[in-house]
DNA sequence: CATGAGGAACTTA
DNA sequence: TAAGTTCCTCATG
């Protein structure tokens, strides 16, 4: 497990002060890290909602206001003028705009401000901030928080991801295997490509998918004895099989894209 | 000893 | 009802 890609949408001051909280506690379970990371989110919407003067929901946004959020959030992460590819929008707008169209108004950035606005979006949650106290309402936050948005897609997006409009639909496991291999730079270590073009890819860190897959679908007891016989049941579907010569932990794709 | 196949009952959206 | 989840037995290297 990485926890630094979880700070990704942290400022730099709260990540050095939550860095030496974490070392010095460092038998802290990954729960009240996540708990930790998400108070602080909360803290810096709350700032950010003070320092503009808008609220905290973004459906009530006027253009205006939008154009105040997406210069605040170019200026804290870094990217170069995106507030001009979002001329005109009100909250409404932007709101419902899909990931896909978020990526075609920004190639480059698109998929991170969409994962930017859902964690304002999805903010109805009962929140504490002064004692940290963070509930979840909707847990389609701490899933953008477990897929770094400072990574661009590393090849295709497939059809399935773009059509489907998935990110409002329960994730299906082989969605959620794609994902991760898309991402070769966060995990690989964990799972990754034999033969992409193929779709044989092999699981490196079974332990490690499963607690990702059991964290995305709220399952603290997934394990990968539980992971693979899902994975068994693509079988009959004719989504994932074994490979001609089975091997340990290798699966392939049976309509890869 | 972790993986692999698959039955069966159960849960959750 | 679909898509897993949980638990299980038995097989394999």
Known sequence: MEPFKWFAILSWGTFISLFITLDQSEADGLEQMQTMVLGEVLKDVDTACKLLNISPDPLGWSSLQVQKWLLWTEHMYCLPRVSM??????????CSLSEAQ???HSAQFGDMLYA?????????WKNDVTTNQVYFSNLKMFNDLLFPYSCVYEGPVFFADVVCGYHNQPIHLWQFLRELLLRPHNYSHCIRWL???????????????ARLWGMRKNRPAMNYDKLS????????KGIIRKPEESRRLVYQFMHPI
């Open 102 to 104: 978020f990526r075609q």
């Open 85 to 94: 590819l979002f001329q005109g929008l009100s909250g409404q707008d932007l």
């Open 195 to 209: 033969n992409k073009e193929m779709g044989i890819f092999k699981i490196e860190d079974s332990a490690h998918v």
């Open 116 to 124: 930017h606005l859902d964690v304002w979006r999805s903010g109805t």
């Open 229 to 236: 016989r899902s994975i068994r049941q693509y079988y009959k």
